[in-house]
């Protein structure tokens, strides 16, 4: 079976969350299941195709779009069979992934394009898989297409739908389109079989408080619609091989741990005590809660002995409150704002706990990457962070969970994971079963390959191998 996985972030390449993640270790593990798998992603400026040792497959084909035709290029990267779209314009001199304000026809153009360039190629997909929004607008295309494949769509956030452009209907060849366009609603709707990344969020977004407006649509769809928890790439997440820590443990020998912790408090200029830390590595948007962390700051200061090292970027207001905090708590509160895949793995290896008071959740890989390190969630249960964690009020625990969306809620969760700390002998158990929970991929991948054979069967094909 030939599936075309069409993505706008993948590791090692390029990644702004877990759906770089997703996308660089679901590829593999479908390639295990016997799947044959064409990742095809945009060659934005930020990658250098002579340093990543890309060979161009093809040169200057034409796109239509719209009213015009845009030239790209085709590459390949011969290692991992990965290819990239590129088009000067949209992509070429471009070093944000997102938040360009034209980002509808940017990736409108590179659905056109990846179509385009498996057609030239002679690359005929069973199915086409796409994901997020950057990618609903081939899934669209392609569903006019004679003898179409298999289409399958993943939501990994339903926050975010390509709906900003006013008129976008012309980008899809549509002339007499009613309504703004909205690219995730056009998916869903022409989608074979509509995923997600956690059995609890497919449940959420078919409510209005977590539908974003698609809620009903998505009711109606409910028959083709599965959750299928993410896994976490075990060899590039192990604590005991991670290059990036100072030194390496494993759920058998955790003395390693405390020499991270250490280094940690170190590097990050607190000073170095037996005291809780507690670790936040976050996207800063109002998706993650991080506004409960600055609410409840002044709280967990005053009643714990706590540290917290935060690292984080994004929205100007949270970045703004946590300079202030860690400038007025310079012993208790270290931020690093920005992007810095290194220091987020010291984070997960030094911390006791993992702060995580998401607002919504659709998967979540921090918190299971947090496990495996061996520092013990605190989250908000919504989405996928409850279908990873178990919290320690049950016997098997390894992880907290607090519901009302309020700082008051959360920090009274935090006492209670706090207390537990205090207690090595329960603590090391709950943290020795947290790290050795099985994220791996496969499962998930088994469960993909279901997906893709039925969708081939709703769009007419018999199933194939
Ligand atoms: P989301 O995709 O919504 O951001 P996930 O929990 O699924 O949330 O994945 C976040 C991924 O991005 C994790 O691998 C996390 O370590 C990483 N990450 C988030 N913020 C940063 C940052 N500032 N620096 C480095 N890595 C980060
Ligand atoms: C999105 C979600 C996150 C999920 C990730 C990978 O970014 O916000 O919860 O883990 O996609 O599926």
């Known amino acids: 079976m030939k599936v075309l996985f069409l993505v706008s972030e993948a590791v090692p390449y390029v990644k702004v969350g877990g759906l770089g993640d997703v996308a660089g270790a679901l590829p593999e593990a479908l390639r295990r299941a016997g799947v044959e798998v064409r990742v095809v992603m945009p060659r934005y400026g930020l990658l250098d195709p002579q340093a990543l040792g890309l060979r161009q497959i093809r040169d200057n084909f034409p796109v239509e779009m719209d009213w015009r035709r845009e030239a790209c290029q085709l590459w390949e990267d011969p290692r991992t069979g990965v290819w990239f779209v590129e088009n000067q314009y949209f992509f070429g001199s471009r070093h944000m992934v997102y938040g360009n304000g034209d980002e509808v026809e940017q990736f409108v153009l590179f659905c056109r394009a990846a179509l385009e360039a498996c057609r030239l190629e002679g690359w005929i997909p069973d199915v086409v898989h796409g994901h997020d929004w950057p990618t609903a607008a081939a899934i669209r295309l392609h569903w006019a297409a004679p003898g179409r494949a298999g289409l399958v769509f993943t939501v990994h956030n339903l926050a975010h739908q390509g709906a900003q452009r006013p008129n976008g209907w012309p980008l899809l060849g549509v002339y007499d389109g009613r309504g703004p366009l909205n690219l995730m609603q056009q998916a869903l709707f022409c989608a074979d079989a509509i995923t997600t990344v956690s059995p609890t969020y497919a449940r959420e977004i078919q409510t209005p408080d977590f539908g974003f407006g698609l809620d009903g649509q998505l009711r109606e769809r409910s028959d083709r619609l599965v959750g299928i928890l ?23 020998d955790p003395a390693g741990k405390q020499a991270c912790k250490q280094a940690l408090q170190r590097e990050m200029g607190l000073p170095v005590q037996d005291v809780p830390l507690i670790g936040v590595v976050s996207r800063l948007d109002f998706q993650k809660g991080v506004d409960l962390v600055v609410q409840g700051l002044d709280e967990i200061l005053a009643t714990t ?5 935060i690292l984080g970027s ?9 300079r202030r905090a860690s400038a007025a708590h310079p ?11 290194p220091l987020s793995r010291r984070i997960y290896a030094g911390s006791d706990l993992f702060l995580m008071p998401s607002l919504f959740e659709p998967c979540g890989l921090s918190q299971m990457i947090a496990m495996r390190y061996g520092s013990l969630p605190v989250a908000r249960a919504t989405g996928g962070l409850v279908d990873t964690i178990v919290d320690c009020d049950q016997p098997e625990g390894f992880g907290y969970l607090f519901g009302p969306y309020r700082w008051e809620a959360m920090v009274q969760t935090l006492a209670r994971a706090l207390v537990d700390h205090a207690d090595p002998r329960s603590w ?14 496969d499962r998930a991948a088994r469960s993909y390959l279901e997906v893709y054979r039925q969708s081939m069967v709703f769009a007419g094909h018999p199933a194939a191998d």
């Open 230 to 252: 993410n896994g976490l790439d075990l060899a590039a997440w192990d604590p005991a091989t991670d290059p990036a820590l100072p030194q390496n443990y494993g759920p058998d």
């Open 314 to 322: 994004g929205d100007q207001g949270l970045e703004d409150a946590l």
């Open 428 to 441: 090391g158990a709950a943290r020795n079963r947290a790290m050795t929970q099985d994220f791996s991929w």
């Open 331 to 341: 012993t208790r509160v270290a931020t690093w704002l920005g992007f810095s895949a």
């Open 305 to 309: 002995s706590a540290q917290l090292v």
